[in-house]
């Protein structure tokens, strides 16, 4: 269709392919004019500036630039960034909510991989796994009859650090499950905490009361080392600590020293620095389950985020709103 808007792609072009294979790139060009041929890792070209000029929508995404206001001089058709990834702190300037641009992304595409990774790391750790697992291959061998105390997940309490998208899909996911589901989140009243089910207390209250404590809050100056000495000193013998937020949200120091005690143990996904330096003991206890962040979004689960922003451009196009607008008053308490 000749009368299509254009749109232009900014990003690492090496992860074009995987959010849009063929499928989802034909869906994508029914909608606008897109070259796939051209992608900005650089907003500086003569190719790009030309691509700028008469772009109306930009699909941005990892190693996108920082679109500023030299860019967007350069683009004076541009009405909204629609964001193949979480966060969009780290290309989406000031200028451009300055400029009324509209602003999506496929955060809520990411984080389904996020919670699913949680659900699984709370269930596991509520069945004694990861100690289990030790256990069985140092001995060789087990008792089929032997019954295992302390193990189980009926009746388990888990505590859910921040109402984010991640985390309000972890406490979808637990639904089914025999689990009481403890939250903290400041921006959480007590008609929304009982809409999601679960028990809304103070921090505190949380690390004291929980087997298996989450963390979904975002990373910003409210929230760094929000879990620190204090804290983590607050939580049961015995309780899991499970990071897929962001390290900085953990004092690595006082976790390193509570989890060298074998009071704790702990599912990093994240930490800080990233990757520990060699010399860190967290790679070396055995109550420390270490991976290397990929709780969000690989392999065949980023079609699923292109597929979001395919969505909402389709959605915009229609006239509606984005499902899943941002606005600059959400910076501060999303990721």
Same mark, same amino acid.
């Given at each position: 269709m000749a009368d299509r808007?254009?749109?232009?792609?900014?990003?690492?072009?090496?992860?074009?392919?995987?959010?849009?294979?063929?499928?989802?790139?034909?869906?994508?060009?029914?909608?606008?004019?897109?070259d796939e041929t051209v992608v900005a890792e650089r907003f500086d070209s003569d190719t790009i500036r030309a691509a700028l000029a008469s772009a109306e929508f930009l699909?941005?995404?990892?190693?996108?630039?920082?679109?500023?206001?030299?860019?967007?001089?350069?683009?004076?058709?541009?009405?909204?960034?629609?964001?193949?990834?979480?966060?969009?702190?780290?290309?989406v300037t000031p200028a451009c909510w300055e400029r009324g641009l509209a602003v999506t992304s496929a955060a809520a595409a990411n984080a389904v991989p996020v919670a699913e990774y949680t659900v699984a790391a709370i269930l596991f750790a509520g069945k004694d796994v990861f100690r289990l697992r030790d256990r069985f291959?140092?001995?060789?061998?087990f008792t089929v009859a032997e019954v295992h105390p302390g193990v189980g997940n009926y009746g388990r309490t888990v505590g859910v650090i921040g109402a984010s998208r991640i985390g309000r899909?972890?406490?979808?996911?637990?639904?089914?499950?025999?689990l009481e589901v403890y939250l903290f989140d400041p921006y959480v009243d007590a %008609?929304? @905490?009982?809409?999601?089910?679960? !028990? /809304?207390?103070?921090?505190?209250? #949380?690390?004291?009361?929980? *087997?298996?404590?989450?963390?979904? %809050?975002? @990373?910003?100056?409210?929230?760094? !080392? /929000?879990?620190?000495?204090?804290? #983590?000193?607050?939580?049961? *013998?015995?309780?899991?600590?499970?990071?897929? @937020?962001?390290?900085?949200?953990?004092?690595?120091?006082?976790?390193?020293?509570?989890l060298g005690?074998?009071?704790?143990?702990?599912?990093?996904?994240?930490?800080?620095?990233e990757p520990l330096p060699a010399g860190s003991p967290l790679w070396e206890l055995p109550n420390v389950f270490l991976t290397p962040h990929v709780a969000g979004s690989h392999g065949n689960e980023l079609i699923r985020m292109g597929d979001c922003i395919v969505d909402e451009l389709e959605r915009i196009l229609d006239g509606r709103p984005f499902a899943h607008a941002i606005m600059a008053s959400d910076l501060d308490r999303v990721a």
């Open positions: 808007p254009e749109a232009l792609f900014a990003l690492g072009a090496h992860y074009l392919p995987d959010l849009f294979p063929p499928r989802s790139m034909r869906r994508l060009q029914r909608l606008v004019r897109i699909i941005t995404g990892w190693g996108c630039p920082p679109i500023t206001e030299a860019v967007l001089e350069t683009a004076p058709r541009l009405r909204a960034i629609l964001h193949t990834a979480g966060s969009v702190k780290a290309h291959q140092a001995n060789r061998h899909r972890v406490i979808e996911l637990l639904r089914p499950f025999d %008609a929304t @905490a009982a809409e999601l089910g679960v !028990r /809304l207390v103070d921090l505190d209250t #949380l690390l004291r009361s929980c *087997d298996i404590v989450s963390v979904h %809050a975002p @990373a910003n100056q409210q929230t760094r !080392r /929000l879990l620190g000495r204090e804290q #983590l000193a607050l939580m049961r *013998d015995g309780a899991t600590l499970i990071n897929t @937020a962001r390290g900085e949200l953990v004092d690595t120091e006082a976790l390193t020293k509570q005690s074998g009071r704790l143990y702990a599912v990093l996904d994240v930490t800080e620095p």
